[in-house]
């Protein structure tokens, strides 16, 4: 049984994150939820929304450390339309309590995180891959640019996010460059007729150095709270 409490919290900034309470067999769980609205483009790895897309809510749902349900995409789906999310969406989960995010913005770029590091190594492991769901630990990143990005250069800015959560990583204490359940979502303005849309989002480019300067500062943030 799920009941959805209403949001006491938004945090300021270009990504204004509501936070909102649930009660879930008995343990009391938290969430993030962003409502862009219309005029956005994702690119995502979430189990809900994933790909690119236009998209005009993005979720961050704590789960429970034991979450067996094999239905993730529908429970996120149910989650965001309890919290008034309406439309195409993001939905993203996590073990971590999400009231530790981290917030970070650099000239008009913004970012999110979430850190549950309890289960953290290297990705380049000699561990064989599985095929089931690895446990939810995960650092989960939402980033929203206010520029328009081709398909590429969102590509690339989700490669630049992952270099700037691993920098943060590392220079918060922690020797490994993630968990096995990290997810990203860049959201950029959808292209406008006549508008400028940009083609590079790596760390050197306008945006891209922007972006790795927001993830880098909201993922400190939320790994140093971990």
């Not at 590392?170 to 950029?188: E, K, M, R």
């Amino acid at each position: 049984m799920t009941a959805v409490l209403p949001p006491p919290h938004t945090a300021a900034g270009p990504l204004p994150v509501r936070q909102f309470s649930r009660v879930e067999d008995g343990e009391r769980l938290h969430g993030l939820l962003w409502r862009a609205g219309a005029g956005w483009r994702m690119i995502s790895s979430a189990v809900l929304g994933g790909g690119i897309g236009e998209r005009s809510w993005v979720l961050n749902a704590q789960v429970s450390h034991g979450y067996r349900r094999t239905d993730p995409e529908r429970h996120l789906a149910g989650l965001a339309r309890d919290a008034g999310a309406g439309g195409p969406g993001v939905g993203l989960m996590t073990a971590a309590d999400v009231r530790a995010h981290g917030h970070a913005s650099d000239q008009g770029v913004t970012a999110v995180a979430t850190a549950g590091l309890g289960v953290r190594g290297w990705a380049a492991s000699p561990a064989e891959g599985v095929t089931t769901a690895a446990r939810p630990g995960t650092v989960n990143i939402v980033v929203a640019v206010p520029a328009a990005l081709t398909d590429a250069a969102l590509v690339n800015a989700v490669a630049t996010t992952t270099e700037a959560k691993v920098q943060a990583l590392l220079d918060a204490g922690y020797d490994c460059s993630g968990t096995p359940t990290d997810a990203v979502c860049v959201a950029a303005r959808s292209p406008r007729p006549g508008g400028e849309v940009h083609a590079f989002a790596g760390p050197r480019s306008l945006w891209g150095a922007r972006v790795a300067r927001a993830v880098h500062q909201a993922v400190h943030a939320a790994a140093s709270r971990a």
